[in-house]
């Protein structure tokens, strides 16, 4: 079956350390996208990719790093500038990143960062 | 700027009851309008939407039309079950970056 998956489910980073959250996606989809959701709130996208090898900030990009070397995968860095870390990362990806207003978003089942 | 307003919850319903959550958009342009759903711990999945002014959504019962002249999309369902607790956010897209703008969730409850 085609989807996102996203690793890992829960994540706990150390003060001062820079982590990872994986994001693949099988669907053949050029468009990926990284949002954040705290509780209470809706989603705010921190950076999204329509094409490989280029991605763009987000609203909220700072302390956050990405790369887009393959179409499939799309990694998240959380690095030690991002003070408030703690919330529920959610990749996604949709099918053609230029015709993207009607296109649907498909979302993986999110990864869990906390910090100690 | 853009913008979406959701009510706010939670909504507290018995099974079969009648469901409306109401959203309000503010957009340039002409947005495409979305209803996501997610299920505790999980992530978001589409439930239906609607690209131009007095288009119909539904999916699952549900069902939603994009009123330009008001400015809104609520969803509605006729006879809601346990199983449709969850978190429902409405969004819009109105850029060709894909860039989806949430409102802030309405948490629904379903008693039996």
């Known amino acids: 079956d085609g989807g996102i998956t996203q690793s890992p489910k829960y994540l706990f980073r150390k003060e001062g350390q820079n982590v990872t959250l994986s994001c693949e996606q099988n669907?053949?989809?050029?468009?990926m996208y990284w949002y954040r959701q705290d509780p209470g709130q809706g989603l705010r996208l921190i950076y999204y990719?329509?094409?490989?090898?280029?991605?763009q900030k987000g609203d909220i990009a700072e302390g956050y790093s990405v790369s887009r070397e393959k179409k499939e995968s799309f990694p998240l860095t959380v690095t030690s500038a991002q003070k408030n870390p703690t919330a529920f990362y959610l990749c996604?990806?949709?099918?053609?990143?230029?015709?993207?207003?009607?296109?649907?978003?498909?979302f993986g089942p999110g990864t869990r960062l906390l910090v100690l | 700027g853009n913008s979406v307003t959701q009510m706010e919850g939670p909504v507290t319903l018995s099974e079969e009851a009648f469901l409306t959550i109401n959203c309000t958009y503010t957009?340039?342009?002409?947005?495409?309008l979305f209803w996501y759903v997610q299920y505790p711990g999980e992530g978001l999945q589409l439930l239906l939407k609607?690209?131009?002014?007095?288009d119909k959504g539904s999916n699952k019962g549900f069902e939603a039309t994009y009123r330009k002249e008001t400015t809104s999309f609520h969803l509605e369902k006729g006879s809601v079950q346990v199983s449709d607790s969850a978190v429902y956010f409405c969004?819009?897209?109105?850029?060709?970056?894909?860039?989806?703008?949430f409102g802030q969730g309405t948490t629904l409850q379903v008693k039996p």
């Open positions: 996604a990806s949709s099918i053609d990143g230029t015709r993207a207003t009607q296109e649907t978003q498909y």
């Open positions: 669907l053949n989809h050029d468009a």
């Open positions: 990719s329509q094409i490989v090898n280029d991605f």
């Open positions: 957009a340039t342009g002409y947005p495409s």
């Open positions: 609607a690209t131009k002014a007095d």
């Open positions: 969004a819009l897209t109105t850029s060709n970056t894909g860039k989806l703008i």
